[in-house]
Structure formats: structure tokens, C-alpha cells
């Protein structure tokens, strides 16, 4: 088993695991138009997603992948999935995608100029409980420490393993926010948590 960053070829097997990590916000978000989010999330990947993804391989299948970016890189992040929602959904569709990521995005305080945040943690069900969670968690760790950043993850308040595992890893809550989209869409609260790195800088 061994971490790398993502590549084109993993598009795939990472849009399935990527879904699952947030299968409901997925589905009110890119799946507004009744479209299978999995192969949306597999187009978005290959074409800039996979740049800021890293993937736990073993034995020639990807079975874990995480999401990361920091401050600096999130207006050019959001500039490059906004050609690709063009491209992908076409002009007469974007207000209505807009507002429904906008509505998710209400959900979590934009990235801090001190913050290394990590989105999209998800493992594959069989390889559950092998600590493949942590160790792409602590690889981040490691490049926020060498960038003297903190680390930021949100999570599902319902996400009871997770949280469970993000408060064993030293994270600490920090705050809560509610969806306040259609309530049939069952997206539950978020919470956020962070971890300060002994290496980051005080602003």
C-alpha cells in the first residue's frame, strides 16, 4: 500500500469513492439535472480535479482517495471547475447548478490563508479499518507542516466514525452549519474541524 498523487487513468475508480464520501451533496449538487453523478465526478476528474486529488494504491487498485487545496490555490481551482461546468452542463444550465453549489457552499467558511483543507476522504468498503484513512490524512499533514499551515476537514455531524477518527488524529471541532436547501434533499449539518500544525505560523 502506498500514496500518490492521482492521475488521469484513476478517474473511475476514484468518481465512485469520491460519491460516496458526500453521496447526497453530490446528488442535489452536479446531479441537479438528473444526470448519474459518478460519471459527472469522472469527467470532472480527468479534466482538473485530478490535480489536487491523491490516491492509497494496493496491489494495483486504488482503494482510498482524498481532495486538498489551500487559500492560494482556491480562485484558481474554482475558475478551472467553472470552464468545466460550461463546457460540461452548457450556459443555459449554470444558474440553476450555481445555486444549488452555492447553497453548499454556505456550508463551509472559504479556505484561510493559513489553512490546508481537506475535502472528499473516502475508502473503499472492504479496505475499511486499515488505517488508510489516517495515513492520507497525516500525508497531508506532512505538506501543510513543510508550508507552516493548519490542517481543515469538514464532515457530516451524523459521520460518527469519522468524527471518531478525526478527533483521535488531534483534530478539533471548531463549528457547525446547517444545509438550508430543500429539506428532501437529507443533506445533514457539517461540522468543521482543524488540527494546528506545531510547525504553522501564528497570523
Known sequence: MYIRNAVVSDAKACAALIYSSA????????????DNPIEIIEDAFEHYAVHFHKVVE????VIGVAAFHTHKATRKVALKAL?????????LKLPKLISRLATLTKM????????????NIAVSPKSRGQGIASALIKAFE??????????ALDVAVDNTNAITLYEHLGFV????????GNPLANIADS?????????????
Open 173 to 180: 471541532y471548531q463549528w457547525q452549519k446547517s444545509f438550508t
Open 108 to 119: 463551509q467558511n472559504p479556505t484561510a490563508n493559513d489553512t490546508l483543507y481537506i475535502t
Open 83 to 91: 470552464c468545466w461546468a460550461i463546457s460540461y452542463y452548457g450556459i
Open 191 to 203: 461540522c468543521r474541524y482543524v488540527k494546528v500544525s506545531t510547525h504553522s505560523h501564528s497570523r
Open 23 to 34: 453521496a447526497p451533496k453530490f446528488d442535489y449538487g452536479i446531479g441537479a439535472f438528473g
Open 58 to 61: 494496493s496491489e494495483g487498485q
Open 142 to 151: 506532512e505538506e501543510a507542516k513543510a508550508q507552516g499551515l493548519q490542517v
